[in-house]
């Protein structure tokens, strides 16, 4: 399973060490890291994140304004070199609160706390998607979904039996399909990763189809079924 992270943090030397933190935990995707609250808000309305580490202490708005602000609210650990925020913190239900400078055997600990709960949640996760086509709703199991291919305004769910056409987006699916089944490899497919029969020069075979895999999708693929790229 990979946890989907971000970064917000406006110290260039602590950015540096959590990224550094990050790219050594194998499950930990980072998507994006931001200096500032306001760059991430954007970011947060239109990309699926698991986890945040937030610093408290920003300019313009402030890490727990931030979070007061989401509606749906991701896992978050903070990372401060403050701990009178503790206690306002923890109301707030985060995952961890980590004092700067903190070392990696601290880092890991938050992080597998915030691993252990994401995983228990996906356990109680519902297994299908309602997918609005034409003037109806239609329940599609994830088992059945092979892929969901861009169609100019258009969105193509093939499944077991059938084609589905949807106006709702890519970033509406990611949303609601689980990360560790399916995965986003070109900006035009997401593919089912039970589906793939194989993956040969930058092409993924599922069935009689065959998929593209671009460059910048490629790492996330390859990390998701635990194979390295190069």
Not at 134 to 159: A, H, K, S, W
Not at 160 to 177: P, R
Not at 206 to 214: A, E, G, M, Q, V
């Amino acid at each position: 399973m990979l946890i989907n992270c971000i970064i917000i943090e406006d110290e260039p030397l602590a950015l540096k060490r959590t990224k550094e933190f990050v790219n050594q935990v194998s499950y930990l995707h980072l998507l994006e890291s931001f200096t500032n609250a306001f760059g991430a808000i954007g970011f947060l309305k239109t990309n699926k994140v698991d986890l945040i580490f937030l610093d408290i202490e920003m300019d313009g708005l402030t890490g727990i304004e931030l979070i007061e602000s989401l509606t749906f609210k991701p896992q978050i650990i903070i990372t401060t070199a403050y701990d009178k925020y503790a206690l306002k913190g923890f109301e707030l239900n985060v995952a961890d609160y980590l004092l700067k400078p903190f070392r990696f055997d601290r880092f890991l600990n938050a992080v597998e706390r915030v691993y252990d709960a994401i995983s228990k949640d996906k356990k109680e996760e519902k297994d299908f998607i309602f997918v609005k086509t034409e003037y109806r709703l239609e329940r599609i199991p994830f088992c059945d979904i092979y892929f969901i291919e861009g169609m100019g305004d258009y969105r193509n769910v093939q499944t077991n039996s059938k084609k589905i056409l949807t106006l709702q987006t890519f970033v509406d699916f990611e949303k609601e399909l689980p990360s560790n089944k399916f995965c986003r490899v070109h900006k035009s497919f997401i593919v089912a990763v039970d589906k793939i029969i194989s993956i040969e020069r930058n092409r993924i075979k599922i069935y009689d189809s065959l998929i593209p895999i671009s460059e910048s999708y490629k790492e996330r693929l390859y990390l998701l079924i635990g194979i390295k790229s190069n």
